[in-house]
């Protein structure tokens, strides 16, 4: 496997994620941070909630140890069904338990702003 | 004009021996500079380290000789590499070689510590490999503070702004263009 095939996670905040999203496209890396609310171990699918929003993440990929009430941060594809419901098929997740989700998600804005101003003065 | 010449070759000089922090999307955008092969541009800027951090999304180890490894920041992926080969390198044979065994276990323990879903901050040369832009590290801190990588964002955005983006707005009165935060 060849380090050029893999693109990155596009940072997103679930409550943007729905069929209107620029992200919200088959095969889009995106990268998704939200509380665990459930967990089936049979299915390895997950259930995260960030504010009136929830995403599955299918987990099948990784080896980590969920916890329900805990905070984690899942980087992957997106697989849309016929019905438009979306999974994330994670290949890497971490427990980010303590991070500012507040402050977080300011910057995730902050940081779209500077790209888009880095880009539109040539050095992007 | 020979003076104000070498004012602004100081200027775009100034970052070229600083690890400079820098979001993946402004990295991967570094162009070579082809008179000066170990040294890469940023808007005429010449720049020859950088430090990022980003969670690790890819790594593949040759043991004793390279880890290569990705690191991805949400902006974009950084490639890395981790030279493991310095006992037998010719590259180090004028080194102490108490300096070169203790260089070899610190990355050894690099090597362990950079897993597949951890932050790591990683400082080193930028490098160029086939066309595409690499990080040669000399140095990996794994962050466990899980408000690390939001604070490093902060961090580059505010650098780029107040410091890296100055350099290229010299003009000829000697002036600089301040943007605040």
């Known amino acids: ?124 | 004009m020979d003076h104000m010449h070498h004012i602004t070759n100081s200027r775009m000089d100034k970052l070229y021996n600083t690890h400079v922090k820098l979001l993946a999307f402004d990295f991967l955008n570094l162009k070579p500079n082809h008179a000066h092969p170990s040294s890469f541009s940023r808007q005429g800027t010449r720049l020859s380290r950088a430090e990022a951090l980003g969670v690790v999304v890819w790594r593949e180890l040759k043991p004793n000789k390279f880890l290569k490894f990705s690191i991805d920041d949400g902006t974009g992926c950084i490639p890395c590499l981790l030279w493991l080969n310095h006992l037998d390198s010719h590259y180090f044979s004028r080194r102490h070689p108490s300096d070169v065994r203790l260089i070899a276990e610190l990355t050894k323990n690099f090597t362990s510590e950079i897993q597949l879903g951890g932050v790591a901050r990683v400082r080193g040369k930028i490098t160029g490999y086939r066309g595409a832009l690499q990080i040669t590290v000399s140095d990996v801190v794994i962050e466990r503070d899980p408000n690390m990588e939001v604070f490093h964002w902060l961090d580059c955005v505010r650098l780029a702004r107040l410091c890296y983006d100055t350099v290229k707005d010299v003009k000829p009165d000697n002036s600089t263009t301040h943007v605040p935060f």
Do not use: C, W
């Open chain 1, 1 to 124: 496997m060849s380090t050029s095939v893999i693109g990155h996670g596009e940072l997103v905040i679930l409550e943007e994620l729905n069929p209107s999203s620029p992200h919200f496209k088959q095969g889009a890396s995106l990268r998704v941070t939200g509380k665990l609310q459930e967990y089936t171990v049979e299915s390895a699918i997950a259930v995260i909630v960030d504010g009136s929003a929830t995403l599955r993440i299918d987990t099948q990929l990784m080896r980590l140890n969920l916890r329900i009430g805990s905070i984690y941060q899942f980087i992957g594809e997106l697989v849309i069904e016929p019905s438009s419901e979306a999974t994330l098929k994670a290949r890497v997740g971490r427990n980010v338990d303590g991070m500012d989700l507040n402050l977080y998600h300011q910057s995730i804005l902050l940081l779209r702003k500077f790209q888009a101003e880095q880009t539109s003065s040539g050095v992007a």
